[in-house]
Structures are given as structure tokens and as C-alpha cells.
């Protein structure tokens, strides 16, 4: 289906980006570069050139972007419009988003944009941010496969996205072969499997330059080389050798040192062995460890956390509670809401991750061992779960910078498969590990506030921009896939390697103004005088206890780690799902304790947190997943209506304070006032993600109130005095 | 205060009440201690014990068990953190003995109290010699005193405020507030001595043009004569909330010419309104099956000019089964497989929903400039559910600190929510099936609203939770008694003291450090379960494993930055004022020690 990038459609590729700059003068693809991969065939592109030239309207095309398609007139149905008639635009479909552009003038400029993202607008959808796209027909839809469709198209189509946007265009008004153009191009470029090259970030960073500057200017560390490893290793006082014996990938199963905790332990993960060189090698890679580090504990996260495949089936049905095609819908799913929440089971993994988290953390903190995760590679609920224990441990992690430093060494240099878990490429290992571990974060967050320097809206960001295919950072599948991947291309190109933007860069999505939502007001750093070096707490002795007799002795979870009973277990070993399904009491009781130990003790913001995970403490992401929902927005209200309070004041403080230093004449840094002061924007809970047009003074009144709702014994029993003296 | 140490985590009210009352006995002279825990003034012991409290978190702990005639208080020995409890017996809604003189097992030998506040407490005594006899029958008398001829602790109590409370709610002046009478209403002393309906107040609100025989007329055709009076209206369009009870319809759909007429000229009250909206808030069926006993509803034909909707919330009997089953998957330990489903299956949120979701229809209602009437079956229980929070939506004034005492003193307490009946103070009849939790619905649908507006009310968290505890304490004369008329009878406002005493002389422990006043819109919260929330912080607040904070930590920092900006502001007045003193002496820059001292002196983190 796709052409490679060959000679003679690499021309045709230039003519289209042509065509489009010429019509949109924010300039495609002037001169066509070797490299080129087109989309389209030739005779796609004159039609589209005709329509171009026939447009007023188009998209603010990004560097390296070209139109493959577009049909207009196309009318957009919104969920907040209560008259139902929709918006009339054309909709364009680019190598890089598909794109609605109203015919109506553009309110684009509004006051309400503070956070406007730079790469695309509300009406835009980045092509591997559809995560489904549905055949509208009579308050029904159908899912669309690829492949499925030749010569049809529907007069509606529902497409739903990975940021749990909804759009609904109705293609009936369109010429029927601009239709058909559309819909097949659309569904051609978001749903077939498609080769890397024709990721939008390969087209876009060959016309942008992304000085080094930008990303030397970034704090966060980056872990491509020895010397951020040695300086981490450094921090947290480890004492591990460093290799670099990997340095050409070679090595494919090895330990991998994440983190030290102060006592000296550390945490390791690594690549399960083979079954088969169970006996010989495994044994020289224990030996390898126990030289290391006196003892380890092993812990084989496959045998108690769910499976990839389990966490996206869950998520699968999770994300459908959100995606809310309509308002009778959504009053009808509110009434079983809980029950389909608990059945979805993604709250539940979110605890089991979380649980296990706290496991690690309890032998590194309490008992001084070494820790080991296991994992078939050893980069999916590793990279979860060491980095989660990193930020329960290390306040270094929930700091800004700490956290991007954390996701660069566990998740990218860790070698985390994002492009086949994001799903780019259309080849069916998609599975929002990532996403799960920020789910996760969440939990914190929302527990402990006042510790992250992040805020909600960071981590509801971060989660939107794995799916904007532009970023370095979600585009491989490790750090090797990323050097033979960029190589090439760049002997090609005859130029030096690409050079893509990291996530990281936030000014390439968002302006400052907007970055400041990305910051905590609860965060208070530690004052100078409470930040001593680290030290070791415990006596030191305790270093080197941790003999393999004792730790073990002194484990109530022996049955638990892989131990001497190992191949016992293996023996006995039940189908994996029924493990986690239930995770024995032996473990639940010991966390329990050591969180309740834990919890008695006054919370300290930049010590050790731990998670609560009962029932009530879990809760679902709300700006992330209800944002985009019309019949939910509190107008007026939300928990954004207190941060402003709280920002305002802040700012009011810093000027003050600003007043004060410059009253002594000394040098300040005052910073400009926070982007919620002042700005006159109506707050709703869906700030600063939806800022609604009609400000609604109508309520959502919930239809479909479950009408049968007691069939107990008093529904028919009226009414509330002498009547019902006999009922008890 | 070692209290605080202890496995309960009191809530701020509790905790302040134990404060409060220190300094109070401290003026009195009279230092009696339970413990280390002052007594209120009034308050006697009456007997103490040494027993074992069986703790639901922390297992059996023995120590020492003070019982006043105000409150059960309990102090561990030999264990730190102390373990403490400080229950007022108002609160306790059953006494058990548990197991026999010849029960084996060990602490199989007690007593077993259910709470009225979501907690129940075991007590394990030594077998031998009917050793829990004399407590069993001293909590029984003493918690349950009406039924033993006693009185309540509230007309006992000595307790002094320099607020008084009992002033707080005046009929004629929150009217006045809302422009009223004015040329359509008029305000009637027709019910001056409960004459025309027992459990109304003296003071009504109704149409101009309806005569007092007309009232009398109307009160004949509505149960127990509560007939449709105003509660609130808007001051722009002049759309009125007006709340009664439900016509005596009956089985053959009899017709009363004077309450068609009457609903029609409330209709009429209002130019906008074309139809009167009548909001029954039963499910139809109830409302059917109420002309068995003599109710009913509006009939199309009978009411011409209006529509009647039904909002779907169930009686006080549906409303207790459904506590008592959160209870169970909360107390003592929270359900730990199953907890979403187990929550749906309470159904308890479902009821929030349902009566937030008619409360919004109602201000919608009027917000569109169109009259409402609003009942159920009595128009005690559900009617001032929906009332009040169609009110609190639409009224800014009643968001804040001292109107929300305004509108429980008008909308519950005034118009007759038997109180009594609904909580059983000092009965101990715990099986009465009067009893419901309609009152606490309310303040949780509340909580609800503060939740989704953090900045639209005055007052906080802490508040709603002391009005809840003081519901059932029977420490002061607030929520007691059915109606007015009984609270004249016996005296209340002169033998006892009004809640809003003790919470007005502590005002800033209730205010909510966020709000805003500038709302002037109606605040319409979301009805959806997706924003619900169990109310954790009450209902589960007596297990430790949820964190209990004190305060918010986003209240914290806020109170923090104030002082902070506090403490700049006097330093830039400091600073201008000795600048224009020494600006002619010295108006070169100060030398670089000084300010740079000033600076890190001031030095805060953000």
C-alpha cells in the first residue's frame, strides 16, 4: 500500500507539499528532498490541487506537513451545541492530523486560549492520535477496520481519539468523490500498518532545526551517555560498577542498575532468562549478581502483576466510558457507572502496581536488600514499577526535571517499547503501559499534592503528547532501535543525524504562559537549611547483614520472593492471570503493615510516600478522562476554581516580594505573573483543556434516572408516618 | 492534647469542642476532670469502670470507661499513643449485651453499642459477677432519657456563649431580605398559635390576593394542613419556590375548587409563568399508592395551569435501608474486593443524585422565570431537601457562613422536619421506622456542591461535619423536637443553647479560606455519578487507614501565603515610611549588608 519513499512518488510528494504551500503560504515542502515519502498518488494530488485552489480556508500548515486530502462542505456535530445543527468546514487530512477548518469565522484568538498547543488546534487530530473510527448510521455506529472498506463511504463518520476527544463529521454534503477521498484517506492513513519513515517527527525535523542548544538548555537528563549514569549513580550514592560493555547493544539480557537507596541497597531489573539455560547460565548471572551485591532479592513480575495484553484489554473497555458519542448515551452508562468501572478492572491494575511498588519499596526500606524485577524483557511493568518505587523513594524524582530525568532513564534508556505500545505503526502490540505508570503517578499525586512539583495538568499533557508522533522521546523501541533508525536516514539526507525534538522541549507544544500550568502551587521546595547531604541513616553494619540466610529468615515473604522454593513453584505454577487475580494475603497482610507503620508516622513531603490503595483512596483521573464530556462540566466550579485562588495569590506574594527586593535594591528575579492571574476565562472543571463557547447557563439534567431502581421490600410502602409502623 | 494521638482520629469539631469547653469550665472554677478531658458545665459523672474497649483496628485495649450524663468517655492505660473515645451518649442508638455469664471465647463478655454516626462499640468486661449490669443499665438510662423520664442534656447543660444563636434566624427579616411582602405576597400571622397548620411556623408567606378564609379552605385539602406557603423568591424575575404537602386526593379522586384556585393564583403571582410547575418529589407510584391513605397528587384535569413532574426520590424507609447498608461496607473495615459495586449496590449515591438532580430542575425552573411548587407526601422530608438545595443553588446569600444557618433554620428546622422522629433523641426505640437519615442526605448532597464549587461557599467541611455530630449529641437545643410548636411548648430557645452559640464564638474554624463572593449565577452542580464522591471523610472517618487531614494541604499553603503577604505588606509600609524619612539624609542605595539581611530574613520557600 505505501510507497517507500522511492524516486519517482517522492517527486509527486514534493509536487502535493508544493501545492500546499502555495495555497496556504505557511510553505510545505518547497524543494523535494530525496528522502521524501509520499502518501498519495499522482492522480490523488491533482484533485486536491484543484480543491486547494478552490479553498479560502486551510490548515497553518507545520513545517514538513502536506495535504493529502480534502473535501469540503463537511459539517461538524457538537456534543454542546443544544440546537444540534452543527459547524460547516472543510476537513483536510495531512501527513500529520487530520484537520477541520470551520467556514464560520475563527474565535481561535479568543481570550479563553491560554493553552493553546502550537502543533494543533481543538479541530485538529494528530493521524496517530485516532484511536478508532466508527461508520455513523441511524444513532448507531459500526467500527471501521482497514481494509474493510473499497468503494463506500459513510455519510457520517465518528472518529475517536487517544485523548478521548470525539469528533462526528457528516460527509453528506460533500461532493461524493471528495467524500470518498477523505474517508479513504483517513482510514488509510490511521489504520493501515505503516513503516516508521512515514512518522510525521521524520518529515518534520528535517525542515526544523532543533538546535542542540534547545535541548542542552533542558535540565532534564537525557541518560544517552556514561556520564549522566555515573553523575545519577553519584547522587544517590551507589555503589555499582558502571559498563559500558553494552555500548553497541550487543548484550541483550543484563542487570540493570535503577536506583540506590541510602542504606546502599538497590534496585535492579533486568530481562527474565530463558527457561532452557535455567541451569548453566543463569547460574554464572547469579554468581554475576551475588558479586556484586550480597544478596538479592528476585521478584518475577509476571507472575503477579497483569499482562500486557491484560492492561489493554482493561484500558480498552476503561476508555469506553469516556468516549461518549451522545448525551442519552452518556446518562445511560451513568447509571451502572460504578459497576462498569470495577468491571473495566483498570483501577484494579492500578493498584496491583501500585502494591507492588510498595513491596519493593518495604525491602529496600525496611529490610536493606537488593531488589531485582524480572520481566520477559524487561521493559514494560519494570520500567512501571522501578520508576514507580523511585518516586515513592526519591523526592529528586517528583520534582519537574527529575521526573522527565526518571521517564529518560527508566522508560527510553530503559528501552521501553513505546513505538509498538503507542500503536504508530499499526502492528497490534499497542498497550498504554506508559499511560498506566502516569495513572499511577496520579494516584500519588492526588494522595500527596504537596509533594510533586507537577501538576495534574503536566501529567494529563504528557499523556496527550505520546500520542502527537513528533517527539524523539515515544518513537523508538530503545535506544538502539533510535541510533540504527536515525543513522541512515541521515547518510541520505547528507546531512547530520536527525535531529528530533524531545518531549521534554515543552516550547515546542506550548507557549510559557501555558507551561505555567505545568507547575504545582502546592509545591514547596525544602528550604536550604533542611537540605543535609544524604547520609546514611542506619548504622552501618546493617550494609552488609543482609546475608542470604538471614534476609530470608527475616522475611515473612519467602514464599513470596523467588527463592530456594523456586522450582518448586514452577512446578505448581497455575495460569498466570488467576495469580493476579488473586494475589495471596501473605503479601497483602506485610504491605499492610508496613504501610500502616508508615502511615502513623507524620508525612513528611520529601520523604518516603506511600500510596493508600483501599477502595475509596483509588479514583479515576477526572481531568484526563471528563474533560472533553459537556454533560459534566461544572461551570463555574472544579478544582481548577481553587488553584486560581492559590495562583493569584502566589503572584501577588512574588510581587510583593519583588516590591520588597527592589526596595532594598538588590537584584530579584521576579517572575511575570502567573498565566491564571488576570486572565478574565470563565473556570470550569474541564480547565484549561475545554473552554466551552456557550457558556452554559443550562444544567445537565440526567435523564434515564433508573426508574426501578429499589425493588426492596419499601419501594410500594408509603409514605413515611403511621402507615408503616409494622414495617421494620 | 493527647487525643489527638490516639487511634480515632477526632474530627476539628470534637476536638474544638473539647477546647472550648476547657476554657469554659476554666472560668467556671468548677475544674472537673474526666481523665484529663474537662467536663462541660451541667455535665456529671455518673459512673467509671475499668473495662476492655474492643477496638475494630487495633484489637482489644484495656483502660478505663467514664460515663457522664452527657457522654461515654474511654482512656486506655499502658498503651501509647493513648487510645481514647469520646462519644456523647445522643449519639448511641442501641445498648447490647453481648454474650452470656457463660460465653467462652476471650472479650466474649460485654457490651455492644450501635452508633447513630457510623460506628458501632464493643466493650468486653470480666465474666464474673454480672459485672456489666450497673453500666448496662446506667448507658441505657442515660443515653435513652426520654424514655426514662429524664430530661435531655441540653436542658441540663450550663454551657455560656457570648453569641447567641437563637437570634441568628428571624422569619420576618430573611423575608425582608428577599424583598418581601412586596405587591404580589404578603406576609400572614394567621399560624400565630399554630391554629391553621401544627407544624408550620407562625410566620407565612402567600399571594396577596388569597384571603385568610381562602388559607383556611386550602389547609383542609393538604395533609396535615401544611398548604403551599413561599420559601424564596427570585429578585429579578419574581419566579417563587413555594413548598406543601400533598392534596388529600384520595381514592375517588375528590376535587377542592379553593387549592385549584389558590395554586393558580400563585401561578398568577408571576407574568412569565404561562404553566405553575408542580414537582412531586415521589416516584409516581408512591404517589399513586398514597390515595389509598388519603393522599394523592395534582390531577391534569383538576389543575388546569399546570404540569406536574415527578423527580423519582424514594421514602425515608428506602433512605435508611440504604445507610445502613454503606455502613456495612465501610464500618469497621472498608470492603476491600468488591468496593465499586458494593457502593453502587448501597445505592446510596444513586439518592444524592436523584435529589440533586430535582433540586437543579427546580432552580432551572426558576432561574427560567417560571413558579414552582414543590411537595411530597408531608413536605417535611424531601420537600426541604429539594427547597433548600434549590435554594443554596439559586442564593448566594445562603452560601455563605451565617445564611446557610439561616436556611436550616427556615427551610428544616422552622417547617417542621421532625427532627425528633427522624434522629429519635434520647429514644430508645432503635427500631422506630420513623427514623431515616433524610437530614443527613442533605448536608451530604451539600458536601457534594462544596466539592464541585470549592469557592462558592463560606463556609467549610468542618462545619457540615459538626452540624452532623451536634444533630445527634443532644448538647444543644438546635435540631430538637419535630416542629415550632413543640419546640414553644417546651421552652427550647429560653432552657437551651443554640448550636449557632457554640459555632458563631469559633467562626473562623468554619470558614472556608478559598471563598469567592463574586458569584451571582445560579451554580448548577453536576448531577452525574461521574462527580459523586463517597463522602469519605465523614462516613469513613473513624478508620485510621484513611488519612484524616486536619487541613487540606492546599488550605494550608493558602493560610500560609496570607500570612506571608501579611508579613511583606507591614515590611513595604515599614520600609516607604523610613524611606521618606531618610530620603533627603541618605538617598543613595542602603549599604549591601543590610537589605541582603533583610532579604533572607524574609526568605520563604515557594
Known amino acids: 500500500m505505501l510507497s517507500g519513499g522511492g524516486g519517482g512518488s517522492g517527486g509527486g510528494g514534493g509536487g502535493a507539499g508544493g501545492g500546499g504551500g502555495a495555497g496556504g503560504g505557511s510553505g510545505g515542502g518547497r524543494s523535494p528532498k530525496p528522502s521524501f515519502v509520499s502518501y498519495v498518488t499522482p492522480e490523488e494530488i491533482n484533485l486536491t490541487e484543484k480543491e486547494i485552489s478552490r479553498k479560502e480556508k486551510q490548515p497553518d500548515l507545520l513545517q514538513g506537513e502536506v495535504i493529502f486530502c480534502s473535501a469540503s462542505p463537511i459539517r461538524k456535530c457538537t456534543q454542546d451545541d443544544f440546537s444540534q445543527r452543527g459547524i460547516f468546514g472543510s476537513l483536510f487530512c495531512t501527513n500529520f492530523r487530520i484537520s477541520f477548518i470551520s467556514d464560520e469565522t475563527q474565535l481561535e484568538e479568543e481570550e479563553g486560549q491560554v493553552f493553546k498547543n502550537k502543533l494543533y488546534g481543538e479541530n485538529d487530530i494528530p493521524l496517530t492520535c485516532v484511536d478508532n473510527i466508527y461508520r455513523g448510521f441511524d444513532e448507531k455506529k459500526k467500527l471501521i477496520t482497514s481494509g474493510s472498506v473499497r468503494n463506500k463511504y459513510p455519510s457520517k463518520i465518528i472518529i475517536h481519539c487517544k485523548d478521548l476527544r470525539v469528533f462526528q463529521f457528516s460527509l453528506a454534503f460533500a461532493k461524493e468523490e471528495d467524500a470518498k477521498k477523505i474517508f479513504q484517506g483517513i482510514v488509510h492513513h490511521c489504520l493501515e500498518p505503516k513503516s516508521l519513515k512515514c512518522i510525521f517527527a521524520f518529515s518534520y525535523s528535517e525542515k526544523m532545526t532543533f538546535s542542540s542548544e534547545n535541548q542542552t538548555k533542558l535540565k532534564t537528563v537525557m541518560f544517552d551517555s556514561m556520564v549522566d549514569w555515573a553523575q545519577e549513580m553519584k547522587r544517590t550514592k551507589g555503589n555499582c560498577k558502571l559498563v559500558s560493555a553494552n555500548a553497541d547493544f550487543n548484550i541483550s539480557t543484563k542487570y540493570i542498575w535503577c536506583w540506590s537507596h541510602h542504606s546502599g541497597c538497590a534496585l535492579f531489573k533486568t530481562a527474565s532468562l530463558p527457561l532452557m539455560q535455567e541451569d548453566g547460565c543463569s547460574q554464572s548471572y547469579r554468581t554475576y549478581m551475588e558479586r556484586y551485591c550480597t544478596c538479592v532479592k528476585t521478584e518475577e513480575l509476571p507472575e503477579t502483576l497483569p499482562t500486557i495484553q491484560d492492561i489493554q484489554q482493561s484500558y480498552n473497555k476503561f476508555k469506553q466510558f469516556f468516549l461518549v458519542d451522545n448525551t442519552t448515551e452518556f446518562w445511560m452508562s451513568d447509571v451502572k457507572w460504578f459497576s462498569s468501572l470495577e468491571n473495566s478492572g483498570w483501577l484494579d491494575i492500578i493498584r496491583q502496581c501500585l502494591t507492588k511498588a510498595v513491596e519493593v519499596v518495604e525491602c529496600l526500606e525496611n529490610e536493606n536488600t537488593n531488589v531485582l524485577i524480572m520481566e520477559e524483557e524487561g521493559s514494560d511493568l519494570c520500567c512501571v514499577i522501578s520508576s514507580l518505587v523511585q518516586v515513592m523513594l526519591d523526592p529528586h524524582f517528583r520534582t519537574l526535571e527529575g521526573f522527565q530525568s526518571l521517564v529518560q532513564k527508566e522508560w527510553v534508556a530503559g528501552g521501553h517499547h513505546f513505538l509498538d505500545r503507542c500503536n504508530y505503526l499499526h502492528k497490534d502490540k499497542e498497550s498504554p503501559v506508559f499511560l498506566l505508570f502516569l495513572e499511577c503517578v496520579w494516584q500519588l499525586l492526588q494522595q500527596y499534592a504537596p509533594a510533586f512539583q507537577f501538576s495534574e495538568t503536566y501529567l494529563t499533557v504528557l499523556s496527550d503528547s505520546v500520542d502527537v508522533s513528533v517527539f524523539s522521546t515515544f518513537l523508538f523501541n530503545s535506544p538502539h532501535h533510535r541510533a540504527t533508525t536515525i543513522q541512515p536516514v541521515s547518510l541520505l539526507a547528507q546531512k547530520g543525524p536527525l535531529n528530533l525534538p524531545t518531549v521534554w522541549d515543552w516550547s515546542v507544544q506550548f507557549n510559557s504562559a501555558a507551561q505555567d500550568f505545568f507547575t504545582n502551587p502546592l509545591y514547596v521546595e525544602k528550604s536550604r537549611q533542611d537540605k543535609v547531604p544524604r547520609k546514611t541513616f542506619r548504622p552501618k553494619h546493617q550494609r552488609h547483614q543482609s546475608l542470604p540466610s538471614t534476609a530470608f529468615k527475616s522475611s515473612p515473604k519467602k514464599s513470596f520472593f523467588k527463592d530456594e522454593t523456586d522450582s518448586l513453584k514452577k512446578m505448581l505454577r497455575v495460569k498466570r492471570i488467576s495469580r493476579w487475580l488473586n494475589p495471596t494475603d501473605l503479601t497483602q497482610s506485610t504491605t499492610r503493615e508496613f504501610y500502616e507503620a508508615w502511615q502513623r508516622k507524620p508525612l513528611d513531603y520529601h520523604g518516603l510516600l506511600l500510596p493508600c490503595v483501599d477502595g475509596p483512596a483509588l479514583r479515576v483521573w477526572a481531568q484526563r478522562y471528563l474533560r472533553w464530556l459537556p454533560e459534566v462540566q461544572i461551570f463555574g466550579g472544579g478544582a481548577m476554581t481553587l488553584e486560581k485562588k492559590l495562583v493569584d495569590l502566589l503572584a501577588e506574594v512574588r510581587e510583593l516580594r519583588g516590591k520588597l527586593d527592589w526596595h532594598c535594591s538588590v537584584d530579584f528575579s521576579h517572575r511575570g505573573a502567573a498565566a491564571l492571574a488576570g486572565s478574565s476565562v470563565r473556570l470550569s472543571s474541564a480547565f484549561p483543556f475545554f473552554v466551552s463557547r456557550t457558556w452554559s447557563f443550562k444544567p445537565a439534567i440526567p435523564s434515564c434516572l433508573q426508574k426501578n431502581l429499589i425493588t426492596g421490600t419499601f419501594a410500594d410502602k408509603e409514605d413515611e408516618d403511621s402507615e408503616c409502623l409494622g414495617v421494620i | ?606
Open chain 2, 1 to 606: 492534647m493527647a487525643e489527638i494521638e490516639s487511634c480515632f482520629v477526632f474530627n476539628a469539631s470534637t476536638k474544638q469542642s473539647i477546647f472550648l469547653c476547657f476554657q469554659a469550665s476554666n472560668e467556671s472554677l468548677k475544674m472537673e476532670l474526666l481523665a484529663d478531658v474537662p467536663l462541660l458545665p451541667g455535665e456529671e459523672r455518673v459512673i467509671d469502670k475499668d473495662i476492655i474497649y474492643i477496638c475494630p483496628f487495633n484489637g482489644p485495649v484495656k483502660g478505663r470507661v467514664f460515663i457522664t450524663n452527657y457522654r461515654l468517655f474511654f482512656r486506655s492505660v499502658d498503651v501509647d499513643p493513648a487510645v481514647t473515645l469520646n462519644v456523647p451518649l445522643g449519639v448511641i442508638s442501641r445498648v447490647e449485651k453481648m454474650g452470656g455469664a457463660s460465653s467462652r471465647g476471650e472479650n466474649s463478655y460485654g457490651l455492644d453499642i450501635t452508633c447513630k454516626d457510623m460506628r458501632n462499640l464493643r466493650f468486653a468486661l470480666k465474666q464474673e459477677g454480672h459485672s456489666r449490669r450497673d453500666i448496662f443499665d446506667i448507658l441505657f438510662r442515660y443515653a435513652f432519657p426520654l424514655s426514662h423520664g429524664l430530661q435531655l442534656f441540653a436542658f441540663l447543660s450550663q454551657e455560656k456563649y457570648q453569641e447567641n444563636g437563637w437570634t441568628v434566624y428571624n422569619p420576618v427579616q430573611e423575608f425582608r431580605r428577599q424583598g418581601l411582602p412586596n405587591d404580589q405576597w404578603r406576609i400572614t400571622f394567621l399560624n400565630n398559635n399554630y391554629e391553621l397548620c401544627d407544624t408550620y411556623p407562625t410566620i407565612l408567606v402567600v399571594p396577596y390576593s388569597a384571603s385568610d378564609e381562602d388559607l383556611r379552605k386550602v389547609a383542609t385539602f393538604r395533609s396535615r394542613g401544611r398548604i403551599p406557603v413561599l420559601s424564596w423568591i427570585h429578585p429579578e424575575n419574581q419566579a417563587v419556590i413555594t413548598r406543601c404537602s400533598q392534596p388529600l386526593v384520595g381514592m375517588s379522586g375528590k376535587r377542592n375548587r379553593d387549592d385549584e384556585r389558590y395554586l393558580d393564583i400563585i401561578r398568577a403571582t408571576n407574568k412569565m409563568t404561562s404553566k405553575l410547575t408542580i414537582f412531586d418529589a415521589r416516584p409516581n407510584v408512591n404517589a399513586v399508592a398514597n390515595k389509598a391513605t388519603g393522599g394523592g397528587y395534582e390531577g391534569e384535569d383538576a389543575y388546569q395551569n399546570a404540569e406536574l413532574v415527578f423527580l423519582d426520590i424514594h421514602n425515608i424507609h428506602v433512605m435508611r435501608e440504604s445507610l445502613k447498608k454503606l455502613k456495612d461496607i465501610v464500618y469497621p473495615n472498608v470492603e476491600e474486593s468488591h468496593w465499586l459495586s458494593s457502593l453502587e449496590s448501597t445505592h446510596w449515591l444513586e439518592h444524592i443524585k436523584l435529589v440533586l438532580s430535582g433540586a437543579i430542575q427546580v432552580a432551572d425552573k426558576i432561574s427560567t422565570g417560571s413558579s414552582v411548587v414543590v411537595h411530597c407526601s408531608d413536605g417535611w422530608d424531601r420537600t426541604a431537601q429539594l427547597t433548600s438545595l434549590a435554594m443554596l443553588m439559586l442564593d448566594s446569600y445562603y452560601r455563605t457562613f451565617r445564611g446557610f444557618q439561616v436556611l436550616l433554620e427556615k427551610e428544616w428546622i422552622s417547617f417542621g422536619h421532625k427532627f425528633a422522629s427522624r434522629i429519635g433523641h434520647g429514644d430508645k426505640n432503635h427500631a422506630d421506622a420513623d427514623r431515616s437519615p433524610i437530614f443527613l442526605q442533605f448536608i451530604d448532597c451539600v458536601w457534594q456542591m462544596t466539592k464541585q464549587f470549592p469557592t462558592a461557599f463560606e463556609f467549610n467541611e468542618r462545619l457540615l461535619v459538626a452540624v452532623l455530630d451536634h444533630l445527634y449529641s443532644c448538647r444543644f437545643g438546635t435540631f430538637l423536637y419535630n416542629c415550632e410548636s413543640a419546640r414553644d411548648a417546651n421552652e427550647v430557645k429560653m432552657k437551651t443553647v443554640s448550636l449557632w452559640s457554640f459555632i458563631n464564638s469559633d467562626r473562623a474554624s468554619y470558614i472556608n479560606p478559598f471563598y469567592t463572593v463574586e458569584f451571582v449565577h445560579v451554580l448548577y452542580p453536576v448531577a452525574s455519578m461521574r462527580h459523586l464522591e463517597l463522602w469519605v471523610s465523614y462516613y469513613i472517618r473513624w478508620n485510621p487507614r484513611i488519612r484524616q487531614q486536619q487541613h487540606s494541604p492546599m488550605e494550608q499553603r493558602y493560610k500560609e501565603l496570607l500570612a506571608l503577604k501579611e508579613q511583606y505588606l507591614r515590611k513595604l509600609e515599614e520600609l516607604q515610611l523610613s524611606d521618606s524619612t531618610s530620603h533627603l539624609s541618605n538617598s543613595t542605595a542602603p549599604s549591601p549588608s543590610t537589605p541582603s539581611q533583610r532579604v533572607t530574613h524574609l526568605q520563604t520557600p515557594f
